[in-house]
T-cell receptor, first 113, second 115 residues
Framework: AQSVAQPEDQVNVAEGNPLTVKCTYSVSGNPYLFWYVQYPNRGLQFLLKYITGDNLVKGSYGFEAEFNKSQTSFHLKKPSALVSDSALYFCAVRPYNTDKLIFGTGTRLQVFP | GAVVSQHPSRVICKSGTSVKIECRSLDFQATTMFWYRQFPKQSLMLMATSNEGSKATYEQGVEKDKFLINHASLTLSTLTVTSAHPEDSSFYIC???????????FGDGTRLSIL
């Protein structure tokens, strides 16, 4: 079965420190990969995507993600965390032959001042 | 760009009421719209996929007669929860897609509370 795993329910990081939110996937073929962020009682905001090309993708608000085909991972990173980055982050995969997204279970990022 | 507007943001109503939720793509034409349900502290569960002018495709376990979806135009899709009961209380989120290489853009969600 196709799936997306976000192994950490919560990630805590001090403001100014680098952050990583992990994502691995199990999907056949070459999928499209996405990261979204959700603030309380809001929908999801698109952060970045990987379709093809350079493995390091840069997105909104200083976030970036690295695609690793051999490890089937797409970890989200930011060099210096802000308190305002505290939110729920979702990794999503779209298999190449469908419009549907498969979401991970989400990781709550908490950035402490 | 790529704004999706979802209304209402919150609904509180009595059991047995039918509730309609609208999802509009404001500045683009959406080839496909999606409806999700999100339970507290959980991920999004895809309920159905709709394309303009055709019947929605429902995911396994989702009652199509309970959750009516109409996709009247390339910018508007509606979800009607018919004869809602307390177990239908949830956060419903729509999204709109522009094509295969593009991300889905999400509305801000509707929190439905059935008393």
């Amino acid at each position: 079965a196709q799936s997306v795993a976000q192994p950490e329910d919560q990630v805590n990081v001090a403001e100014g420190n680098p952050l990583t939110v992990k994502c691995t996937y199990s999907v056949s073929g070459n999928p499209y990969l996405f990261w979204y962020v959700q603030y309380p009682n809001r929908g999801l905001q698109f952060l970045l995507k990987y379709i093809t090309g350079d493995n390091l993708v840069k997105g909104s608000y200083g976030f970036e993600a690295e695609f690793n085909k051999s490890q089937t991972s797409f970890h989200l990173k930011k060099p210096s965390a802000l308190v305002s980055d505290s939110a729920l982050y979702f990794c999503a995969v779209r298999p190449y032959n469908t419009d549907k997204l498969i979401f991970g279970t989400g990781t709550r990022l908490q950035v402490f001042p | 760009g790529a704004v999706v507007s979802q209304h209402p943001s919150r609904v509180i109503c009595k059991s047995g009421t039918s509730v309609k939720i609208e999802c509009r793509s404001l500045d683009f034409q959406a080839t496909t719209m999606f409806w999700y349900r999100q339970f507290p502290k959980q991920s999004l569960m895809l309920m159905a996929t709709s394309n303009e002018g055709s019947k929605a495709t429902y995911e396994q376990g989702v009652e199509k007669d309970k959750f009516l979806i109409n996709h009247a135009s390339l910018t508007l899709s509606t979800l009607t929860v018919t004869s809602a009961h307390p177990e239908d209380s949830s956060f419903y989120i729509c999204s709109a897609g522009q094509g295969q290489n593009q991300p889905q853009h999400f509305g801000d969600g509707t929190r439905l509370s059935i008393l």
